[in-house]
């Protein structure tokens, strides 16, 4: 068997501070089509029993006339589509902020999300790494937006010795 050093190893995965640049937009890939098992399990492990994310008699009679995914799904899938191409080198996510769900999301629909860089600065403290500001968007299928936030994330950067 052959050892290998994983304080060396460099899986490619994500970008560093140096590869961001303002105004860009990452459109993230693939989608994700949610199904109603998920949006259960999510609910229910997540100890939102509310009866407008489980049952569909309670919910023909809602606003919206069917089951609603639960909002943090929809945040939490979305933030795991932009990993690849904005934290997947993250040091840290620092901060999430303005989450704002724009429309609702049902089950089967496809969630289709883009991150735009608003900024990137250089760490004051340390000269290896430097925060990215992005703001992400999410659409379902129809073009509808139906997520936004901000977050900053700590990022390293390429060949450079703290």
Known sequence: MTEIDINNWDSGFGRFYDDFSVGE????????????????????LTLNHHPLHLDSVYAARSQHGKILVVGT???SIVVGQSVR???????ANLEYESVVHNG???????????TEVLSIVPSKSKIDRGVVYVETRAYKQTGEKILTFRRKVLVPRKNVLS
């Open 25 to 44: 937009i990452y459109r993230h890939s693939p989608g994700k089509t949610l199904t109603e098992g998920e949006c259960h399990l999510f609910s229910l």
């Open 85 to 91: 191409d904005i934290s997947g080198r993250a040091i």
């Open 73 to 75: 799904l929809v945040f």
């Open 104 to 114: 609702p999301v049902f089950t089967g629909d496809t969630i289709y999300s883009e």
